[in-house]
């Protein structure tokens, strides 16, 4: 493959724009994703943050989800933030009636695990892997992860335990938002692993 990384966003709801403007300014042709034949056309995938309920019912909707668990099944690059990342989950805890993931991460995450008083905050994380100063991170009715299985790695905890960030070969999922305060090494990684892959 000649060129720039080819990526999709799934483009079903949630914060579209954000992921497209970073990935963009990273160099990278980016492709809105909501039909089968579009994810064919593109080496790697962003899940936005968003409602992950509802990017579940609608990808199924548009048919979606096969060709998703498909993807991921033969390594394409993925990477998930926020509902992104229950999306990516195994396991879900706390998900609403019926709610179904693509799965891919050997981890359980648990939806709106912030939630009650306090829904939203920021804060700064290190990051496995990532070199320079720690990350700032935006965490919006975010979840965590509550138990890592053996296929996945941690990369980033709270000050309380909680695992915030896993990897699992070509697979990134990250429970709060970088796009929001102009962090872009996520992405980076995202790109370079799609580069490898293509
Ligand atoms: N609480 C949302 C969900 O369950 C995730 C929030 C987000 O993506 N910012 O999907």
């Given at each position: 493959?000649?060129?720039?990384?080819?990526?999709?966003?799934?483009?079903?709801?949630?914060?579209?724009?954000?992921?497209?403007?970073?990935?963009?300014?990273?160099?990278?042709?980016?492709?809105?994703?909501?039909?089968?034949?579009?994810?064919s056309?593109?080496?790697?995938?962003?899940?936005?943050?968003?409602?992950?309920?509802?990017i579940?019912k609608?990808?199924?909707?548009?048919?979606?989800?096969?060709?998703?668990?498909r993807?991921?099944?033969?390594?394409?690059?993925?990477?998930?933030?926020?509902?992104?990342?229950?999306?990516?989950?195994?396991?879900?805890?706390?998900?609403i009636?019926?709610q179904?993931?693509?799965?891919?991460?050997?981890?359980?995450?648990?939806?709106?695990?912030?939630?009650?008083?306090?829904?939203?905050?920021?804060?700064?994380?290190?990051?496995?892997?990532?070199?320079?100063?720690?990350?700032?991170?935006?965490?919006?009715?975010a979840?965590?992860?509550?138990?890592?299985?053996?296929?996945?790695?941690?990369?980033?905890?709270?000050?309380?335990?909680?695992?915030?960030?896993?990897?699992?070969?070509?697979?990134?999922g990250?429970?709060?938002?970088?796009e929001?305060?102009?962090e872009?090494?996520?992405?980076?990684?995202?790109?370079?692993?799609?580069?490898?892959?293509?």
């Amino acid at each position: 493959m000649a060129g720039r990384p080819r990526v999709g966003i799934l483009a079903l709801q949630g914060d579209v724009r954000e992921h497209a403007r970073v990935l963009a300014e990273l160099g990278a042709e980016v492709a809105l994703v909501r039909r089968p034949e579009e994810l064919s056309a593109v080496d790697g995938l962003v899940l936005p943050g968003g409602e992950s309920s509802t990017i579940d019912k609608l990808s199924r909707a548009f048919g979606m989800q096969e060709p998703i668990r498909r993807a991921i099944a033969g390594g394409m690059p993925v990477f998930g933030t926020c509902a992104g990342l229950i999306l990516l989950a195994d396991r879900l805890e706390d998900g609403i009636a019926g709610q179904q993931t693509f799965g891919g991460l050997d981890v359980t995450v648990k939806r709106n695990a912030f939630g009650g008083q306090v829904e939203s905050f920021e804060t700064e994380i290190a990051v496995d892997g990532l070199n320079g100063p720690p990350v700032h991170a935006a965490f919006i009715r975010a979840p965590a992860v509550t138990e890592v299985g053996p296929g996945a790695r941690a990369l980033a905890s709270l000050d309380d335990g909680r695992v915030v960030a896993v990897e699992q070969g070509p697979l990134l999922g990250i429970a709060f938002h970088p796009e929001v305060a102009g962090e872009s090494r996520f992405h980076r990684r995202f790109l370079a692993g799609v580069a490898a892959r293509a």
